[in-house]
């Protein structure tokens, strides 16, 4: 089964800095690779998603992440932090197929803005 | 978006009580699932569906029974409620049939349970 592993429970980042969210999976399978976002008292919504075409994919509100196949890695990254992002995100990795093995998540990074 | 609405968003009960929440979505999407949200353990899964009447146990199933007798309600049942089961249930449906937006994940905006 694929497992998800994400660097940090929180990160503290200044409004304007870049902002790196880690995640590390484990599949012997090149996966669907997610990220979402959890605004408080709301539901995740899908920020970005690798599906093989391209190694560096753009997702809404300027993030972007790089899939390195070689590190099993799927980073998220910010050049400029804006308060509005202050969240939870959630890396993923999923397969095409559903079921329980449909989606896995990693355990989230609490995203804190300091002014 | 997928539409995807929870009832109750918010219950309070009192421990041995039954209690169902249901998931409504509009989408047609074959799969749909469970989750619960805690502190530091992030999403896990309770249970899944398949189709109608075609349901799985997920990562923490026990305590927890499903049902699904139509495409677009997905019920999740606590037949009897502990103080362990207080969390955030959020259900998500998903798309697994190709298209653009295959194998990604629509959620709804979650119901607070808390057990007493």
């Known amino acids: 089964a694929q497992s998800v592993t994400q660097l940090g429970s929180h990160v503290s980042v200044s409004e304007g800095a870049l902002v790196l969210l880690r995640c590390n999976y484990s599949?012997?399978?090149?996966?669907?690779l997610f990220w979402y976002v959890q605004y408080p008292n709301q539901g995740l919504q899908l920020l970005l998603k690798y599906t093989s075409a391209a190694t560096l994919v753009k997702g809404i509100n300027g993030f972007e992440a790089e899939f390195k196949k070689s590190e099993t890695s799927f980073h998220l990254t910010k050049p400029s932090a804006h308060m509005s992002d202050a969240a939870e995100y959630f890396c993923?990795?999923?397969?095409?197929?559903?079921?329980?093995?449909?989606?896995?998540f990693g355990k989230g990074t609490h995203l804190i803005i300091q002014p | 978006d997928a539409g995807i609405t929870q009832s109750p968003r918010h219950k309070v009960t009192e421990t041995g009580t039954p209690v169902t929440l249901r998931c409504h979505q509009t989408?047609?999407?074959?799969?749909m699932y469970w989750y619960r949200q805690d502190p530091g353990h992030g999403l896990r899964l309770i249970h899944y569906s398949y189709g109608v009447k075609d349901t799985d146990k997920g990562e923490v199933s026990d305590g927890y029974s499903v049902s699904r007798s139509k495409t677009e309600d997905f019920l999740l049942t606590l037949e009897s409620a502990t103080s362990s089961q207080t969390s955030v249930y959020f259900c998500?449906?998903?798309?697994?049939?190709?298209?653009?937006?295959?194998?990604?994940?629509?959620f709804g905006e979650g119901s607070r349970l808390t057990v007493l």
């Open positions: 599949s012997s399978v090149p996966p669907y």
């Open positions: 989408e047609n999407h074959r799969y």
């Open positions: 998500a449906t998903q798309q697994v049939e190709g298209g653009p937006r295959a194998g990604e994940l629509f």
């Open positions: 993923a990795v999923g397969y095409s197929g559903g079921g329980a093995d449909g989606l896995t």
